[in-house]
């Protein structure tokens, strides 16, 4: 493997006296330097310098134009760090004292020798190396130890977050609206949160190593221990509901939910269990059931149509009666808008009036009422119902539930009781009736006339009345005008 040559040090010469510049040069090169050029003032050399980028600069403190040596190195130090060696023959101590200003790497002094040349060289670029490598290693300190800053930083950050993500996670652990326990495989409780104490009625401390059983009502106590070892021998989590017992020996009804916990090993031997209050859930299942009972009740009347709508119109309940009544199917009417269906046309512009109030307020005209309109069957018919209105809400939205009826023979009844009652007034109307103080003879029977003549009663009667008279013969009188006839005896 062929060697790799070490480049030579490049330098730049700063000198105003040719001469002199010629003999350093030479100087330089015989002790294995590289000359990359000379110049005689600082201005000069400054634009060289920015172009080469010289290993080192042997810089004449006094030199020809407006810029010295001394502030010619000022300006190469500061700017690209090149180390600057003066070459004067000057040696007066005011001169060297701003010279040193300067941080130079040497002096030359003259007349010089190439000894004094070499060692001088030799010395300050191994200072410029050591400084290079200096500042090389205190760049890296200070850009680690602004890596240090900004990971001390996060890690401050991320330890503030891990604090409030446990603070928050204990404020949610301790205060959810759920019992959580920590129960070992033998069934002790080694961790509960403030709800699920307050559950049991127990102070938190109070619960370590306490049996969980302790707080499962008598009834229960199987569910629990089947429950219990399912988690443990499946790890999948289970749910079963049961009833707890409080402190104070009240119970409530409670949902399990549990999955079991591995430890280093994998093995289970603990369970996490959220207990949930389902009291009021219990309470509205009981509700809804009795609800659905007597809906199922009052819907399967063997008279009345029972129909529900939502906010928007549309059905979405439809009994077995609405379908005798009406002749539509419930899938022909689920989901259909009511009125379009079952409303006669010249009503229809009033009942979409009506409908918009009760989507919006859940009153209406016939809202809370019982109500005599007209309704349009499948066919097209229209016929007469008794309308019963309620509303109700669901998610905040208004609906109503309707009972119909077909009252069309109680109408035909209706007409005909009307009609019947028509005529008997009718005939009431056209009924003589005798009234006021009739003069009568006492001894004859006769009635006098308004005129003053006296009629036999039958007559007046006749004339005042449409009663119409038939002649026979009483017993007394029979027996008195003809006793030798018995015409009442059997």
């Not at 149509?305 to 022909?332: D, M, R």
């Not at 046309?345 to 919006?360: E, L, N, P, T, V």
Request: glycine letters at 6%.
């Amino acid at each position: 493997m062929k060697r790799q040559t070490k480049p030579k040090p490049r330098v730049m010469i700063v000198e105003d006296q040719a001469i002199i510049a010629a003999d350093l040069e030479a100087s330089l090169k015989n002790l294995g330097y590289e000359s990359c050029g000379i110049e005689n003032t600082a201005e000069k050399a400054l634009k060289v310098i920015e172009k080469e980028q010289p290993d080192a600069v042997l810089m004449d403190i006094v030199l020809k134009g407006q810029m010295d040596g001394i502030e010619a190195a000022e300006i190469i130090r500061s700017r690209w760090q090149i180390p600057v060696i003066f070459c004067t023959g000057y040696a007066d101590e005011s001169r060297l004292q701003k010279a040193k200003l300067t941080l130079p790497f040497g002096y030359i002094l003259k007349p010089f020798d190439e000894r004094n040349i070499k060692v001088t060289f030799e010395m300050a670029l191994y200072i410029a190396e050591v400084d290079t490598q200096r500042q090389k290693v205190e760049e890296d300190l200070r850009v680690h130890q602004v890596e240090l800053e900004q990971q001390n930083e996060e890690l401050q950050r991320v330890q503030l977050g891990l604090e409030t993500a446990r603070d928050k996670y204990s404020d949610l652990y301790d205060f959810a609206p759920v019992g959580y326990f920590t129960v070992s495989k033998k069934g002790l409780i080694e961790e509960a949160n403030l709800s699920g104490a307050s559950l049991l009625g127990v102070e938190r401390g109070q619960l370590n190593k306490k049996p969980f059983f302790r707080f499962i009502a008598p009834d229960f106590q199987d569910v629990f221990y089947i429950h219990h070892n399912r988690v443990l021998e499946t790890g999948i989590k289970q749910t079963c509901e049961l009833k707890l017992m409080q402190k104070q020996g009240t119970s409530f009804a409670a949902q399990l939910e549990s999955i079991a916990v591995p430890d280093d090993q994998g093995n289970f031997n603990r369970i996490r269990t959220a207990v949930l209050d389902i009291t009021g859930r219990k309470k509205d299942e009981r509700a809804l059931k009795e609800s659905k009972e007597k809906f199922k009740s009052i819907s399967s009347s063997p008279n009345d149509a029972l129909i529900t709508i939502n906010h928007t119109g549309e059905i979405t309940y439809w009994n077995q009666v609405a379908s005798e009544i009406f002749g539509y199917n419930p899938e022909e009417v689920l989901g259909q808008d009511l009125h379009r269906l079952l409303v006669p046309q010249k009503y229809m512009d009033a009942f979409k009036k009506g409908f918009q109030m009760f989507s919006k307020t859940g009153a209406g005209a016939a809202v809370d009422k019982t109500l005599e309109l007209s309704a349009l069957r499948k066919d097209g018919t229209q016929f007469p119902i008794e309308l019963s209105l309620a509303s109700y809400q669901v998610n905040g939205k208004w609906n109503a539930v309707g009972t119909i009826r077909d009252i069309t023979d109680r109408k035909s009844a209706d007409q005909e009781k009307e009609k019947l009652i028509s005529g008997l007034r009718k005939a009431l109307k056209e009924v003589k009736q005798l009234r006021g103080l009739i003069p009568i003879c006492s001894n004859c029977k006769k009635v006098r006339q308004d005129n003053g003549y006296w009629e036999q009663i039958e007559t007046y009667i006749h004339q005042h009345s449409k009663a119409e008279f038939s002649h026979g013969i009483c017993p007394a009188c029979a027996k008195e005008l003809y006793p030798d006839f018995d015409l009442y005896d059997d």
